[in-house]
């Protein structure tokens, strides 16, 4: 089992670019996440999907989209970037939500200038 | 409000010293969850240990130590015997029935730097 993967690792934008930050779980998870990493703010909840086909704001969802394309996969995209965005971007996945342990991906460090 | 407090941002202690880490919750409801988890340089999140608020037995394991007190809502963590490995930051959350355990809310997070 790969867990949860994150792809790319890496990436820069400039300002009013767009792109797309994939997420992928092979351990059957219903619950998947996104969370923004900034120095001194712990992680911020982006967005969250409870189960399939469903996904609900978190704490800082603006500027940001998510798709839920299927029990696997869940991506966030930013249709324009600033520089505000710069951030380690992590996955997340849980298979009984909130009660049970997340599991986090590597992370996606984005530089937006 | 912070829901999760974690006075401490930074703690630097010498190897073999017995190290504290603070949290603090708030939450109305009377069925949550509490979490540890482990953020070494290297970047990943590592869990640590999940609590739900009806078990408030202390947990060992190893050098690790976890002291929950509903009566003054923290969840402290104490690592004995201090290790350069266990230099990484560590971050306390909480999961609210009221939301239907949806989301984990993080505290900001204590670095831990162990020298040797």
């Known amino acids: 089992n790969a867990g949860v993967t994150q792809t790319p690792k890496f990436q820069v934008l400039k300002t009013g670019q767009s792109m797309t930050l994939q997420c992928a779980q092979d351990?059957?998870?219903?619950?998947m996440y996104w969370y923004r990493q900034d120095p001194g703010m712990g992680l911020r909840l982006i967005y969250y999907?409870?189960?399939?086909?469903?996904?609900d704001k978190g704490e800082v969802p603006n500027g940001y989209n998510v798709s839920r394309l299927n029990k696997r996969e869940f991506s966030l995209r930013l249709e324009s970037a600033a520089p505000s965005q710069t951030s380690v971007y992590f996955c997340?996945?849980?298979?009984?939500?909130?009660?049970?342990?997340?599991?986090f991906g590597p992370g996606t460090r984005l530089t937006v200038t | 409000a912070q829901k999760v407090t974690q006075a401490q941002t930074e703690i630097s202690v010498v190897e073999k010293e017995d190290v504290t880490l603070d949290c603090v919750y708030e939450?109305?409801?009377?069925?949550?969850?509490l979490f540890w988890y482990k953020q070494p340089p290297s970047g990943e999140l590592v869990f640590l240990i999940r609590?739900?608020?009806?078990?408030?037995q202390n947990e060992i394991s190893g050098r690790y130590s976890w002291n929950f007190q509903k009566s003054t809502s923290s969840f402290n963590f104490t690592i004995t015997a201090s290790q350069v490995v266990d230099s990484a930051v560590y971050f306390c959350?909480?999961?609210?029935?009221?939301?239907?355990?949806?989301?984990?809310?993080f505290g900001k997070g204590t670095m831990l730097l162990v020298s040797p």
């Open positions: 997340a996945s849980t298979p009984r939500r909130g009660q049970g342990e997340q599991y």
């Open positions: 351990m059957n998870h219903n619950s």
């Open positions: 999907s409870a189960s399939e086909g469903t996904t």
């Open positions: 939450t109305r409801d009377t069925t949550y969850y």
């Open positions: 609590r739900n608020s009806f078990d408030e």
């Open positions: 959350a909480l999961s609210e029935a009221g939301s239907g355990y949806s989301t984990l809310t």
